[in-house]
């Protein structure tokens, strides 16, 4: 599928590491370096702007080495940016680690997954199907 996108960063555009990866690299486009204490957070810009088409979404998600060796994740994983937004794509990223984190420019912060989605149109009703699971919430699936 093609997108349009501004790249506005002087970085490469959002990229697949591996053939059968879903998400796409995304780079950071900061003027000066981040510092993200222990439990900081910072809205951190990536230069790019994107023309989504309608009825998709692109999801941003926390790459998985970030947040496993250095505690650094996106903080609304997954972030939603909506086909109609066409200012700046930046990234909430949180430190959930004990030493601050240094974000530079150029460094891949998240991912980005084009996604489809659905419009709903809300059917109220009195009462809905039965099922299996009936109202068990949180944990009631078990614990192992």
Same mark, same amino acid.
């Given at each position: 599928?093609? &997108?349009?996108?501004?790249? /506005? !960063? $002087?970085?490469?555009?959002?990229?697949?590491? #591996?053939?059968?990866? @879903?998400?796409?690299?995304?780079?950071?486009?900061?003027?000066?370096?981040?510092?993200?204490?222990?439990?900081?957070?910072?809205?951190?810009?990536?230069?790019?702007?994107?023309?989504?088409?309608?009825?998709?979404? &692109?999801?941003?998600?926390? /790459? !998985? $080495?970030?947040?496993?060796?250095?505690?650094? #994740?996106?903080?609304? @994983?997954?972030?939603?940016?909506?086909?109609?937004?066409?200012?700046?794509?930046?990234?909430?990223?949180?430190?959930?680690?004990?030493?601050?984190?240094?974000?530079?420019?150029?460094?891949?912060?998240?991912?980005? &997954?084009?996604?489809?989605?659905?419009?709903?149109?809300?059917?109220?009703?009195?009462?809905?199907?039965?099922? @299996?699971?009936?109202?068990?919430?949180?944990?009631?699936?078990?614990?192992?």
């Amino acid at each position: 599928m093609k &997108v349009k996108i501004i790249n /506005r !960063s $002087g970085n490469p555009l959002p990229g697949y590491a #591996t053939e059968f990866a @879903a998400g796409m690299d995304v780079r950071a486009c900061n003027e000066e370096p981040i510092v993200l204490k222990p439990l900081g957070r910072a809205i951190v810009p990536t230069g790019l702007f994107l023309e989504i088409p309608a009825g998709y979404e &692109v999801q941003v998600r926390p /790459r !998985s $080495g970030l947040a496993a060796k250095k505690g650094i #994740t996106v903080l609304n @994983a997954p972030g939603t940016i909506d086909a109609d937004y066409r200012g700046e794509v930046c990234v909430i990223l949180v430190n959930l680690s004990f030493e601050d984190f240094v974000v530079e420019r150029g460094e891949r912060i998240a991912q980005l &997954v084009l996604a489809r989605h659905e419009v709903v149109e809300w059917v109220e009703a009195d009462a809905l199907a039965g099922s @299996a699971r009936g109202e068990g919430g949180f944990g009631s699936t078990g614990t192992k």
